[in-house]
T-cell receptor, first 110, second 121 residues
Framework: RKEVEQDPGPFNVPEGATVAFNCTYS??????FFWYRQDCRKEPKLLMS???SGNEDGRFTAQLNRASQYISLLIRDSKLSDSATYLC???????????FGQGTELSVKP | GAVVSQHPSWVICKSGTSVKIECRSL??????MFWYRQFPKQSLMLMAT?????????EQGVEKDKFLINHASLTLSTLTVTSAHPEDSSFYIC?????????????????FGPGTRLTVL
């Protein structure tokens, strides 16, 4: 079983739609979780950290469910510029190593 | 945020040659650098972790004699792909974490370089 699993998509949504991505992880000892965004042929960029209490940053909301070992990302009022691959990432238990999911591709259409 | 650069941004080489990729932290001291590889439509896979002044720690399945990593200073790490073959063609990305130049601010977050696209013919 992969350490981090994501639906690769693609998710094709119209502008203004709300879209949600889920991610499951296998290591219950994982402590830190993140969502990264990666544009085509570019490096990943940190979108937001994910806390147990949930956190919101503008149109983006991240949630963590430790009991079920999944993480979610909700994007409201999606924009064309949101089109990218969203990577679910967790920090491994050794020296700050990051473990990346395969990514979920989002395409926002006009 | 901190800035990490990579050079070159892309390289095309013949099979059997060696290619060196540089990763630099421009405004902070990178005590730890990470090297990743990403094949098309796949996730970033950690290849190795390097701490300044010590030998790199390689992930399982990554040949240390093929992928030579040097982290001789707090601002520079290099990855050399030796005797490259077409199957080594990939997107290589480094990341760095560390402290600001004054040692006051600690960057636990990893800052990624822009990546190097390697094509081996």
């Amino acid at each position: 079983r992969k350490e981090v699993e994501q639906d690769p998509g693609p998710f094709n949504v119209p502008e203004g739609a709300t879209v949600a991505f889920n991610c499951t992880y296998s290591n219950s000892a994982s402590q830190s979780f993140f969502w990264y965004r990666q544009d085509c042929r570019k490096e990943p960029k940190l979108l937001m950290s994910v806390y147990s209490s949930g956190n919101e940053d503008g149109r983006f909301t991240a949630q963590l469910n430790r009991a079920s070992q999944y993480i979610s990302l909700l994007i409201r009022d999606s924009k064309l510029s949101d089109s990218a691959t969203y990577l679910c990432v967790l920090e491994g238990d050794q020296g700050g190593k990051l473990i990346f999911g395969q990514g979920t591709e989002l395409s926002v259409k006009p | 945020g901190a800035v990490v650069s990579q050079h070159p941004s892309w390289v095309i080489c013949k099979s059997g040659t060696s290619v060196k990729i540089e990763c630099r932290s421009l405004d902070f001291q990178a005590t730890t650098m990470f090297w990743y590889r990403q094949f098309p439509k796949q996730s970033l896979m950690l290849m190795a972790t390097s701490n300044e002044g010590s030998k790199a720690t390689y992930e399982q399945g990554v040949e240390k004699d093929k992928f030579l990593i040097n982290h001789a200073s707090l601002t520079l790490s290099t990855l050399t792909v030796t005797s490259a073959h077409p199957e080594d063609s990939s997107f290589y990305i480094c990341s760095a974490s560390g402290t600001s130049g004054s040692g006051v601010r600690s960057y636990n977050e990893q800052f990624f370089g822009p990546g190097t696209r390697l094509t081996v013919l």
